[in-house]
Each structure stands twice: as structure tokens, then as C-alpha cells.
């Protein structure tokens, strides 16, 4: 009997590994292409604050600790300097605080130690991916984890969010943990799954807030499972969510207090008492957003074929497993619900748990299909539509942050319908460095919506909006040149419509030279100063066209 490399046994193990390394190729090229985005310069130095002093004063206003310890353990090996004698670790300026952390290391660049934190989480992302896989496995079978790990890995929601030094992906995974937790604990009720089940739980919590909606599901399995005593239940009840409380006292400490009060802040948000930004949808800006943003965001950032494999599949659980189905589909249900009636537009990562959830409901619709219809025909149809995702992610490679589906008409559309974290979240300036530099460097107007330095990401410009340059600046600037470029981040063009005067008929009669990825459009900006000029609100009032 000849021995093969590839067999019952060993096959799902090489088919597993070979999808995680393409994860890791996928998360990794983005990762190492795209500048910091905007909550990235924030994150990484607060989470190593936390571990270096034990004192967790920053960003705790707006996030709980977890993801934050785990971007930041990297930073053990290369040890950058921490500015505490400055004065935003004083007044617990996050943000100012990790400018500094990021931009004033004279060892390492603020590139080096981005991509470090994101390397954190991309560990993180991998075993988190890995491990529900092979979770599926034991509760739905191999094949059912092998295609969960397939949808999941050329998701490009996953892949963006788990190359980013953010909470997102945290949370997320720590959610489908909990979730699959308390299927394991339905189908038979034991301590050890208890304290599994409140252990993902809290650690869910401490992640992000917007897990708290999955307080009802870990509940669930507790009155629903096997037939059991009252004590049995109640005992199981109080370890559910006794370890969660146990696990937020124990990582707040003396901060304990703050922790109620970022849930208040959050609160407020949602009852729309805090000014926020101005939200945009569809060609159209709000201070106060719109109940139907989500919804539209999920339409138009899930890859088409997840989205009817997983409606699909919602009917095939429900009816075959419907207690999995709940515990698939409240904490979803709640979230959306909790999105739709905030007052924060911000994207589609808010709703990340719902990629994992769709990857896993469209799975047990293959499956099942595959398994009830042998005809070659309906096998070769579901084959090409589980193509489409693969097809997806090589068109935005590496820019699965932009990624939009083919309903929407694909990234290069994808302004029309959302901006923020969908689209533009300030990650293509090197992008935008590697044009400018091919093209000899023209002179550069640059409205650039995000936190990171320009300059050290290799682009040099005279900033302008929301930034207004001195009337001076105009003057120096080399308006007369052949070339004039003007590069605007996607996020701003409709601010800038809205805001300046004459703005809106300009973008309408001139359209990009190019896109730098998918967020940054370059104009050619020779004819924009006489539209500049004429207004009030640009600071070159005083600045006549026949002066440049």
C-alpha cells in the first residue's frame, strides 16, 4: 500500500495551513503598504503605556484595555522610547501622546513601528482564524471548518482589519469565540464550558464595548440546554458572568470607575447628546447619520457571494439548528439594531463580527448543497460563485481596506457610497509617495485626511483644508509650474464641496488623474487657484491670482 502526503488525515491539516499562510501573504502585504491610519497612531502607544507603567490613564475614556495589550507586545522586543515627561502623557492626550511615541523615537521610524503593533495583530488574527476553524470542525464537521476558513480568509473585511493595529479584529474574533462557546456548552452542559463561555465573554468585553450585546447570547445556553436543576443553572449562570466581572475588575484596578464611565460616553453617543463629524452616504453629509447607513454598509462591503451564501444559509440552520441559529443570529440582530439608532456613521468595522457570523452560516449552505445535490452542473454553478470572493481580493490587493463589492461596482466607486474607515482612513500615502516620486516630485497641494506625517511617509506638499495656509505660503507656492498636483483624500472632497465656495462646480468639470490606492485623488491643479482665491474661507483672501 502506497503512503501519500496528502490523506484523510493529513490533507485538512495542509488545506488549513496553506489557507493561513495566504492570510498571513494577504494581511502582511497590507500591512507593510499602507501608512498608519487614523486611530493607529493612538493605540499602540497607549497599550504599551499600559504594560510599561501599569497605569492605563490613556484612551480609557473610549476603549477598554484588551486589544490594546495585545498590539503593543511587539514593542517588548524592540523596546522604542516612551514619552512619559511629556506633557500629552500629563494631561492623557492619547492621540498627541502617540504622535510623539510614533514620530520622536531617533532608533526606529514611525513606519517600523506601526507595522510592528499591526504584526501583533496579525499573530493575534491568525490564531484567532486557526483556532474557530478547527472549533467548526468539532462542531460541524472538517469540511465545514475548511470552508469557513476559505470564506474567511479571502473576506477582505478580515484581512483589512486584521492587518491594522485597531480593536476591530479583536473583538470580532473574541465574539465568534463566544458564540461558538456557547453552542459547545448547549450540546452538553459542563463546568469546564462555563467558565469557557464567561472566559471568551469578558474578554470580548474588554476589547470593545460593543460586545455588550453578546451578554444576552452567553445567557442563552444556560436556560435553554439540557434539562438540568435550578442549582445547576443558577451556579452556571453565576460563573458565566461572574468570570467576566471578575476579569474587567481585575484589568481596570483602580480604574474600575472609568470603565462605567466609557459605557456612559458610549450611551451618549447613541442618544445623540455628543457632536460627532460629519457622516457621509451616498453623495450626502449629515451631523446626525442615518438609521439605514449599516444596513447599507453590510450590502455593500460583504463579498456578494458571502452575502447569499449566508442568507442561504440562515434558512438552513434555522430550520435544521435552530438553537445554533439563535446564538448565530441575536448578538448580530442586537448589533445592527444598536448601530442603526447611533448617532456614529464611522464604517462597516463596527459590524465586523457579522463577516465571521456570514462566513460561517454561507458554509453550512455549501455543505449541505454540495452533500444533497450531486448533479455536476448545480456543483460547477456554486464552485464559480465561490470563485467570485478569490477574484475580489486579487482586484484590491493590498488595498483590502478600500475593498467594496461588485454590486457597489468595486472599490473604484466606493466614494459613492461610503467614505471614513470604508474607504479612506488615511492609509495610502505611500501609495500616493510612489506616483509623486515616479513623476519627479511636482509641486503638491495636499489635503490629506488622517493622523500621520506626510513627511515621513515620503510626501512633501503645502497643506490646505482643513489646515489654511498663510497668505505667504500661497505666494511661495510654484502655482506657475507645468505640472500642479492636488491630492485630496476621498473623506474630504465632499467637505471641501460643501465648505468653499465654487468647490462643487470645480469637481464636477474636473475629474482625477489618477486614484493613489483608492482614497487619495490627484487633480491637476493648475486652474484651482482662481477658484481658491475668490473665496473667503480658504485664508488667501488677500491673495490676488496675478500675484502667483
Known amino acids: 500500500m502506497k503512503r501519500t502526503i496528502f490523506s484523510a488525515q493529513t490533507g485538512p491539516v495542509f488545506v488549513r495551513l496553506l489557507l493561513l499562510l495566504c492570510l498571513a501573504f494577504e494581511m502582511t502585504a497590507q500591512a507593510v503598504t499602507t501608512s498608519h491610519t487614523f486611530d493607529e497612531i493612538a493605540y499602540p502607544a497607549a497599550g504599551y503605556s499600559y504594560w510599561r507603567t501599569g497605569d492605563i490613564r490613556l484612551d480609557i475614556l473610549h476603549h477598554p484595555p484588551l486589544a490594546l495589550y495585545i498590539m503593543s ?12 515627561d511629556s506633557m500629552a502623557w500629563k494631561k492623557k492626550d492619547h492621540y498627541l501622546f502617540g504622535e510623539i511615541f510614533l514620530y520622536g523615537d531617533s532608533r526606529y521610524s514611525a513606519r517600523f513601528l506601526t ?12 490564531a484567532g482564524i486557526g483556532f474557530a476553524s478547527l472549533w467548526i470542525d ?10 469557513f476558513l476559505f470564506l474567511a480568509v479571502f ?6 482589519n486584521g492587518a491594522l493595529a485597531t480593536n476591530d479584529i479583536v473583538v470580532a474574533v473574541f465574539w465568534f469565540a463566544t458564540v461558538l462557546a456557547g453552542m459547545e456548552y448547549l450540546r ?18 474588554l476589547s470593545k464595548h460593543t460586545a455588550l450585546v453578546l451578554v444576552p447570547t452567553a445567557v442563552l445556553p444556560i436556560f435553554f440546554g439540557p434539562k438540568r436543576s435550578a442549582k445547576e443553572r443558577f451556579f452556571s449562570l453565576l460563573i458565566v458572568l461572574g468570570i467576566p466581572s471578575a476579569m474587567i475588575a ?15 460616553g458610549r450611551t451618549r453617543d447613541l442618544a445623540g447628546i455628543s457632536e460627532g463629524k460629519p457622516f457621509y452616504l451616498l453623495g450626502e453629509l449629515s451631523d446626525t447619520g442615518w438609521w439605514y447607513y449599516y444596513p447599507v454598509a453590510l450590502l455593500v462591503k ?12 440562515a434558512v438552513v440552520m434555522a430550520k435544521k439548528r435552530f438553537a445554533d441559529f439563535v446564538l448565530l443570529a441575536l448578538p448580530v440582530v442586537l448589533l445592527i439594531s444598536v448601530c442603526m439608532v447611533s448617532h456614529k456613521d464611522l464604517g462597516y468595522r463596527y459590524l465586523l463580527p457579522c463577516s465571521l457570523t ?37 482586484v484590491v490587493f493590498p488595498h483590502f481596506l478600500s475593498y467594496f463589492n461588485v454590486v457597489a461596482g468595486g472599490p473604484r466607486n466606493g466614494s459613492r457610497w461610503l467614505l471614513d474607515s470604508n474607504l479612506d482612513w488615511g492609509q495610502d500615502l505611500p501609495a500616493l509617495a510612489d506616483a509623486w516620486n515616479r513623476a519627479s516630485r511636482p509641486p503638491l497641494l495636499l489635503s490629506y485626511f488622517g493622523s500621520a506625517r506626510p513627511e515621513a511617509w515620503g510626501v512633501k506638499g503645502l497643506r490646505f483644508y482643513p489646515q489654511n495656509p498663510a497668505p505667504e505660503e500661497w505666494r511661495r507656492f510654484p502655482w506657475k509650474s507645468n505640472t500642479v498636483w492636488w491630492a485630496v483624500s476621498a473623506t474630504y472632497r465632499p467637505r471641501i464641496a460643501r465648505d468653499i465656495p465654487g468647490m462643487k462646480e470645480w469637481f464636477s468639470k474636473h475629474k482625477p488623474i489618477f486614484t493613489a490606492g483608492y482614497s487619495i485623488f490627484v487633480y491637476d491643479g493648475s486652474s484651482l487657484r482662481y477658484t481658491l482665491f475668490s473665496s473667503k474661507k480658504t485664508g488667501a483672501v488677500n491673495v490676488a491670482p496675478k500675484e502667483i
Open 155 to 160: 473576506e477582505p473585511n478580515i484581512v483589512a
Open 138 to 147: 468539532r462542531l460541524f464537521g472538517v469540511p465545514t471548518g475548511l470552508l
Open 73 to 84: 507586545v511587539p514593542y517588548f522586543v524592540l523596546r522604542p522610547d516612551l514619552p512619559l
Open 250 to 264: 481585575l484589568l481596570y484596578g483602580r480604574y474600575l470607575p472609568f470603565y462605567f464611565a466609557s459605557l456612559l
Open 115 to 126: 507595522i510592528a503593533a499591526r504584526l501583533g495583530v496579525i499573530l493575534f488574527t491568525l
Open 302 to 313: 460583504v463579498p456578494l457571494a458571502t452575502l447569499i451564501f449566508a442568507a442561504a444559509g
Open 358 to 394: 456570514a462566513a460561517l452560516l454561507g458554509t453550512v449552505f455549501v455543505v449541505g448543497f454540495i452533500r444533497n445535490f450531486p448533479r455536476k452542473s448545480a456543483r460547477a454553478a456554486l464552485g464559480l460563485l465561490l470563485l467570485l470572493p478569490v477574484l475580489e481580493s486579487a
Open 188 to 205: 452538553r452542559p459542563r463546568l469546564s464550558r462555563a467558565v469557557a463561555l464567561g472566559g471568551f465573554l469578558g474578554a470580548a468585553l
